[in-house]
């Protein structure tokens, strides 16, 4: 088969959800759909309830499993789907953003009682940073949820992108009846259900004003859908596929996961619609997935489960070209050649040794600390892929070093837990001081358990006094230099040795940008 062909044959896209709406669910019954499992239950919840340290050492157990669960491949309709599963805890969310870099598209979950939750409205944030095509799946239908047409307008309003309904429920909690699809302009009818449902089942409408719809879900239903349809037709424009691939427009999905309810139209709507591979960006120049060399970066790293070997599994995105086990590949910031001799495909129960990947692929590679988040591999081009930023912590503390002989191997295993991106590091250019950022608490504890277990050092966390880290820059060199002396004793170094302005409030913040108007400060480290 052709490149070309083998990349046709790709969808690599990632589920996101705010917590409990109901992504591992979602993502079970596509992988059941999808062929890839035989039974519910099958797909490890990696998800951490609320702050909970027992929960946290119970996926540390878990983590052998949770590699193969991260990355989901699977066979449908002659396409090759990749599924990126995302941590939904919000402590978790720059692990999500990152996940999103080497998707081509999203799925949404939300949930129908709750609505638009705020960690949706942050993961949507970095998904129109990307321009990333975006389907909402509404779920939940079988409980008394919100106004269909009120959801929609939340979406548009909280989430900023235009909707457009390809399926509309008919009823919903108790009085839900089903499901018509706009798309294929099918009805399916609800049964609670966990199992298997088929497509077979839906009844072709190609016009709702069909007696037979009458007959099948009683008059009232049949003129509630007849005048929500019409009102949909003369409130949203016909859907656009273009409009959804540029990610201004979010084709909206309803159904019940747990129930595998409209999961099916989902997925068929979706090989449909979403797109292939597309094309990432060098600092230089755009790569088409067509080009024949291979170049691919590391969006994640995962620790193996046993402490005694240090292996780590990079996972790498294909962007073009064709990867092959054994090739020597350029390491572009060590400015290195690596033979990969171990390279892993990730099914959705298993994972599997590999002789080639293609662009939308997720190769999983053995590493043993050459790797790190944001690298880049070719076949021996310069560039870095860009788009793989680190953005500013929320919660700063400072590392206290409890065992002054286990000073190496606090710091080399504070280095490569960086490496993973569990943390960030910000090294203070006067004096010894570090402090770790994070977005949420349980890093931590996170950092605190592995630093014990993996690397025999020990540590305390005090909390740092401080608001943002601030990337920055400005054209004048002079000005710079300016600046930073007279700011170093709040300059530190980030992870990869770029300057970093400390900022201790967002009042102090403001005065120094009005001391200093030629620098232009960021809170992400690429601007
Ligand atoms: P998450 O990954 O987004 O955090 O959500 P998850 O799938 O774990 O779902 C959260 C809860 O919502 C689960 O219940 C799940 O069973 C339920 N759920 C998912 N889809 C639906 C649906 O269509 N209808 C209803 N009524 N519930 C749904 P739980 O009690 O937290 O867990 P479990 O014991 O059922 O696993």
């Known amino acids: 088969m052709s490149l070309q062909q083998e990349i046709s044959k790709r969808r690599t896209f990632g589920i996101i959800s705010h917590p409990d709406a109901g992504k591992t669910t979602l993502t079970e019954k596509l992988l059941l759909f999808g062929g890839a499992i ?21 996926i540390e157990k878990q983590r052998g499993i949770s590699v193969a669960t991260s990355v989901m491949g699977f066979d449908y309709k002659g396409l090759k789907i990749n599924l990126l599963d995302t941590p939904g805890h919000q402590d978790f969310a720059e692990d999500t953003y990152r996940t999103l870099t080497a998707v081509d598209s999203v799925v949404m979950v939300i949930d129908c009682v709750k609505g638009v939750e705020t960690q949706t409205e942050k993961l949507m944030e970095v998904c129109r940073m990307r321009s990333a095509p ?49 798309y294929t302009k099918t009805l399916l009818l609800f049964t609670p259900s966990q199992k298997k449902l088929n497509l077979e089942d839906a009844i072709k409408f190609d016009d709702i004003n069909d007696a037979g719809l009458d007959r099948l879900v009683g008059d009232s239903y049949a003129a509630q859908l007849r005048e929500d349809v019409e009102l949909i037709e003369e409130v949203y424009p016909p859907f656009e596929v273009e409009e959804y691939r540029s990610g201004k427009l979010a084709p909206v999905f309803f159904g019940s996961a747990v129930n595998n309810f409209g999961v099916q139209e989902l997925l068929d709507c979706f090989i449909d619609i979403a797109p292939r591979p597309l094309e990432r960006s060098l600092e230089e120049r755009v790569v088409e997935p067509t080009e024949n060399k291979f170049s691919g970066f590391v969006f994640k790293i995962h620790a193996n489960i046993d402490p005694k070997h240090r292996n780590r599994i990079a996972f790498v995105r294909v962007c073009s070209g064709k990867f092959m086990r054994g090739s020597n590949y350029h390491h572009v910031r060590l400015e290195k050649k690596f033979r990969f001799s171990n390279a892993t495909a990730f099914m959705a129960q298993s994972k599997e040794t590999i002789d080639e990947a293609f662009p939308g692929d997720i190769v999983g590679l053995y590493d043993t600390g050459n790797l790190k988040i944001g690298d880049t591999l070719t076949e021996g081009e310069k560039g870095m892929f860009k788009g793989i930023p680190s953005f500013s912590p929320e919660i700063f503390m400072e590392v206290v070093n409890l065992d002054a002989m286990k000073t190496k191997q606090l710091d080399k295993g504070l280095n490569q837990l960086m490496d993973e991106g569990v943390a960030q590091l910000f090294s203070y250019e ?98």
């Open 38 to 58: 035989n039974t519910a239950g099958a797909v490890k919840s990696n998800k951490i309830k609320q702050h909970a340290t027992s929960d946290f050492m119970e």
């Open 134 to 182: 975006v389907i909402s799946f509404i779920n939940k239908l079988d409980r008394e949820g919100q106004d269909p047409f009120d959801l929609l307008d939340e979406i548009e309003q909280k989430l900023e992108i235009k909707v457009r309904p390809l399926s509309w429920p008919l009823g919903m909690g108790k009085s839900f009846k089903g499901v018509y699809s706009l």
């Open 430 to 527: 006067m004096g010894t001081k570090k402090v770790v950022g994070t977005v949420g608490q349980l890093q931590f504890e996170v950092i605190q358990h592995r630093l014990k277990n993996e690397y025999n050092a020990t540590c305390k966390f005090v909390p740092a006094k401080l608001y943002k880290a601030c990337w920055f820059s400005g054209k004048d060199s002079k000005k710079l230099n300016e600046f930073i002396d007279s700011k170093y004793r709040h300059i530190a170094k980030d992870k990869d040795g770029k300057l970093v302005f400390m900022a201790e409030s967002k009042s102090w913040l403001t005065m120094v940008q009005d001391s200093f108007p030629e620098i232009d400060f960021h809170f992400t480290s690429e601007f």
